[in-house]
């Protein structure tokens, strides 16, 4: 089983836009570190939701 990506989940259910995603991937990019701690600190997600997502990734 493969598991899905957290920027294409985010994307699929409207939660986050393609420039969003684009946005936090190129600050992955230059700095390092885990999506969505990034997307959280730009503020294009609240924490519960992503810990909501992780569950739905394993």
């Not at 999506?35 to 609240?46: A, C, P, T």
Request: no cysteine.
């Amino acid at each position: 089983m493969t598991s899905r990506r957290i920027g294409e989940i985010l994307m699929q259910d409207g939660i986050i836009t393609e420039r969003q995603l684009n946005e936090a991937l190129k600050v992955q990019n230059v700095q390092g570190g885990l999506l969505g701690i990034i997307l959280v600190e730009m503020g294009y997600l609240k924490p519960k939701a992503l810990a909501g997502l992780i569950d739905t990734q394993r």
